[in-house]
């Protein structure tokens, strides 16, 4: 954070402040509190460019607040402000036994309100954990992943915690991935249930649809919810009953939130991503000793050296490696470019060209015996030794690669690869 205004701010009893980023937090005198953390005296905290983060006090506090360039510091109004509201209903929640989902459009405070449940429950002696289920702004694992992870101590930033457990999802787009998405969820709320007292599962910011509340509904519905926390006010849950098989509590959004744009997201996504790789190494696979699914190409059958040769006749540029599946071939060629539409050869059947090189940067999962799941990048395909190689941290047995459709380059930036197989 670039240094820049410093000002001292008290805080009344039971008053709050909201602080937008990056600004730097250290309390001079008292406790206060950010999203249910407790902060002593002494405690410092940075809130990043990409953030806002109310600040409260339940005696009186001051704080000393270092601004970074566009930060900025408001006393919203009661009616701006619905912090009080979600303390309550924090209160209320955090009980042994609870299961919480968190939904509402982007921007709303989903994050906010389930890290502040959670801490809300380690102050009452319990032990919470977060399905963190937003697949596109993933804060626990990287995006592309759902993860879990159960704090045994407060925390202000979900980013802060480590992943217990992941499951890979392969799209940053919930619609792309909804059947996968719901059943990582359920999975990793049934893993949680064995180590928690109370559930909370984040979920992503896609509520414009009936398709989308659908998918929030069977989301509570397998994981046996028993609170749907639906925020900005709720209005885009229709005339659903407040009680069916999990209560719905509605509650609103604080007004004045910096809203990210497209490439601020981009950029959280892009740090996530980092912190998943860093300290990762090469591991080479043999194709035929684990099982790879996300892949057209080695789905099907193994075609023949012969038909190889003749394959690399009929497209111009040499074969590599290819495979057929009912009446598609899929050809991993040294040379040519991927095409929107398949080839279609004189016999009738159908060929989809992947041009060497064309799988480097996907996102993919290394699945362990155990089947537990671990982030990894496809660097290449070897066809001369059936290898497949990927950069990842893991270092354990692997049953199974899963391929994804997210495409990272070196700076890991993502792109989204639609529903095509990239290999």
Not at 72 to 100: I, Q
Not at 165 to 192: E, Q, W
Request: glycine residues 8%; hydrophobic residues 40%; charged residues 25%.
């Amino acid at each position: 954070m670039v240094a820049g205004l410093r000002i001292s701010v008290e805080i009344s009893e039971n008053k709050s402040i909201r602080i937008r980023g990056p600004a730097r937090i250290s309390i001079i005198d008292g406790e206060c509190y950010i999203s249910g953390a407790k902060l002593s005296k002494g405690s410092q905290v940075v809130i990043s460019a990409y953030k806002s983060q109310a600040i409260y006090s339940r005696s009186r506090a001051r704080v000393e607040i270092e601004l970074g360039e566009g930060a900025g510091v408001d006393v919203a109004k009661p009616e701006e402000e619905p912090l009080f509201e979600w303390l309550e209903t924090a209160y209320k929640l955090a009980t042994k036994g609870s299961r919480v989902v968190v939904i509402g459009p982007t921007e709303s405070g989903k994050t906010s309100f389930s890290v502040l449940l959670a801490n809300i429950a380690i102050e009452q002696g319990l032990r919470p954990c977060i399905v963190d289920g937003d697949v596109g702004q993933e804060d626990i694992g990287p995006p592309g992943f759902v993860a879990l992870s159960c704090p045994s101590k407060q925390f202000v930033w979900l980013r802060d915690l480590e992943p217990q457990a992941m499951r890979f999802i392969g799209h940053n787009n919930p619609l792309m991935g909804s059947y996968r998405l719901i059943a990582s969820i359920a999975d990793l709320v049934s893993k949680a249930s064995t180590q928690s007292d109370l559930i909370v599962i984040n979920t992503d910011g896609w509520v414009s649809s009936p398709q989308a509340i659908e998918m929030k509904l069977d989301i509570a519905r397998y994981v046996g919810a028993s609170h749907i926390v639906a925020l900005a006010g709720g209005s885009f849950m229709g005339h659903l009953p407040r009680k069916g098989f999990a209560e719905i509590v509605v509650l609103r959004s604080p007004q004045g939130v910096r809203v990210r744009s497209r490439e601020e997201r981009r950029a959280l996504r892009s740090q996530a991503y980092k912190k998943a790789f860093e300290g990762s190494v090469m591991r080479s696979f043999s194709i035929s000793e684990v099982i790879i699914t996300g892949s057209c190409l080695f789905s099907g059958s193994p075609v023949s050296g012969e038909e190889l040769s003749q394959l690399s006749e009929a497209l111009s540029t040499k074969v590599l490696y290819a495979s057929i599946l009912e009446n598609t071939i899929y050809a991993f060629t040294e040379g040519g470019r991927e095409s929107d539409k398949p080839l279609r050869l004189r016999d009738g059947r159908e060929v989809v060209v992947i041009p060497k090189g064309s799988e480097k940067g996907l996102l993919c999962s290394l699945v362990s015996r155990a089947r537990e799941e671990y982030p990894c990048i496809v660097d290449s395909v070897d066809p001369e030794n059936l290898r497949i190689n990927v950069v990842t941290r893991y270092q354990g047995d692997v049953s199974a690669i899963i391929i994804g459709r997210i495409k990272l380059d070196e700076s890991y930036e993502d792109s989204w690869r639609g529903s095509r197989c990239q290999i």
